[in-house]
């Protein structure tokens, strides 16, 4: 396998995390390792791969002066071998997502003690940390609190903010992100030139394209392709297939006719349409997972892409993605006995882009309706409205210019993220000074609440509201029904 031939071996092998990589062999060769640190990224970025990496380059039994030199492990000697394939006792892997109470911890922090067994340094490397229960975080902390000058501790996790602060702050800390399709060409031109094949960049291109963006697909499709178990032509209608960007910006902007050319398309260059049908339900089921708020945790797709999603998941209510889960899962049970292959699709395509046009136009019409009652009920129907799980494209398209409204405005070019983030919470509400923002669910607020997104609220608040106006993150109670 590709995949595990080229699993990045060495810090200058690692693709992109630039900073990343730069301090850590710094800190090897200057030998100023730190006892404990925290990976946090999405999935798929190298987290684990670059712990084991520092493993390696800590216990290298390599000279002092190579060491000092490259700041990289020497991948022969058997330090370097044996973590290679997984079978050195002094670097321990624990997943915590199945590892995660108490008793495990507590037999860790037991074993912990001992001396190494073989190298200089014992390598924890906690995986999911965040998964660990609160028992087990707080045993956890007793042990960084005073960990034994051989043990060195690498968290790595996809949702940091779950993390006990305490733990957090014992941690020097690593953000991993996700890779751009340009890098991710530029790591399967590596894999080319040490198989000494020839591929066009061109060609490259198309297959990061169709793998959706993700290292490990991108490889194993570019295995495929090397043992002429696949065609680059007929990538060529997969990377549109993986492309679906457009077409789901056309369905949730309620246009079926763009779409319904995309599947001709697609069908006159062969693509089968169960291929087209699972793509469609990946693609959707992707974008719930980062509705959902565990995009970062599941999802894995280049950068680009995934801020298109964010963006697309943003637009659609949660509803209306159900609803198109329902279609195109119906739509792909009728595809294998279907007399005109693309008719099933297509018959959800039409459907999913007008129910789109149903719903806005009854809240619009609902909405000139309550202009129309007693000023308390419009009040409660604006609170209504403003929930974004139940807002429609059309109004979060072009929302009223107020303050609020400006707020995000001057958030967005900032950073996305937290843009997203107040879109997910109602309105603020301006209390003399105090500014009060109020999210839905408690996990926003946490994000809301991290010290990176508040600097960038904060400033974009001074910027909007004026200066001396202070922000506060209240959660919002829950509405009864009636
Ligand atoms: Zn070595």
């Given at each position: 396998m590709l995949y595990r031939t080229y699993r990045?071996?060495?810090?200058?092998?690692?693709?992109?995390?630039e900073t990343v990589k730069q301090t850590l062999q710094n800190q090897v060769k200057e030998d100023k390792v730190a006892h404990a640190y925290l990976f946090a990224g999405p999935r798929g970025t190298g987290k684990t791969t670059t712990a084991r990496i520092l493993a390696k380059a800590i216990n290298c039994q390599a000279s002092e002066t190579r060491r000092q030199r490259s700041g990289e492990p020497c991948g022969k000697c058997s330090a370097c071998k044996q973590i290679e394939e997984g079978r050195y006792l002094d670097l321990i892997e624990i997943d915590a997502a199945s590892n995660r109470g108490i008793d495990d911890i507590r037999s860790l922090r037991e074993k912990v003690r001992l001396a190494p067994s073989v190298g200089k340094y014992k390598v924890y490397i906690i995986d999911e940390a965040h998964m660990l229960t609160p028992d087990a975080s707080n045993a956890l902390l007793k042990t960084l609190e005073e960990p034994p000058a051989h043990a060195i501790f690498v968290l790595a996790t996809t949702e940091p903010y779950r993390l006990l602060e305490t733990i957090r702050s014992r941690c020097q800390r690593f953000t991993f992100e996700r890779a751009p399709v340009a890098m991710i060409v530029e790591k399967l031109k590596e894999i080319v030139k040490k198989e000494k094949a020839k591929i066009s960049d061109d060609d490259l291109g198309q297959i990061a394209k169709a793998a959706g963006g993700g290292f490990r697909d991108a490889e194993t499709l570019l295995e495929q392709v090397l043992t002429g178990g696949a065609k680059i032509e007929n990538l060529v209608g997969f990377s549109k297939l993986a492309d679906l960007g457009g077409f789901f910006d056309n369905l949730i902007a309620g246009q079926a006719s763009p779409a319904l050319i995309l599947i001709n398309d697609l069908s006159s260059q062969g693509v089968a349409m169960d291929d087209l049908g699972e793509k469609i339900l990946e693609y959707l089921r992707d974008l719930l997972l980062i509705k959902a708020g565990v995009g970062d945790e599941l999802v894995e797709v280049p950068a680009e892409q995934y801020q298109m999603m964010s963006r697309q998941a943003q637009a659609i209510s949660e509803q209306k993605l159900e609803d198109m889960i329902n279609k195109f899962t119906q739509a792909y049970d009728y595809l294998s006995q279907?007399?005109?292959?693309s008719l099933p699709l297509e018959v959800a395509v039409v459907e999913v882009a007008s129910s789109e046009l149903r719903v806005v136009s009854e809240e619009q019409k609902e909405i000139t309706k309550s202009q129309k009652v007693e000023p308390n009920q419009t009040i409660e129907r604006s609170e209504i409205a403003s929930d974004p799980r139940s807002r429609p494209i059309s109004q979060l398209a072009n929302q009223p210019t107020d303050q609020w409204s400006s707020l995000m405005a001057a958030v967005k070019p900032l950073n996305h993220s937290v843009e997203a983030l107040l879109r997910s919470c109602s309105p603020g509400e301006l209390k003399g000074k105090v500014l009060i923002i109020k999210p839905f669910y408690p996990f926003h607020k946490e994000r809301l609440e991290e010290p990176r997104n508040r600097k960038i609220l904060d400033s974009a608040v001074a910027q909007v509201y004026g200066k001396g106006v202070k922000v506060k993150v209240e959660l919002k109670e829950k509405e009864n029904g009636s």
């Open positions: 990045p071996q060495k810090f200058s092998e690692l693709v992109g995390l279907a007399v005109i292959p």
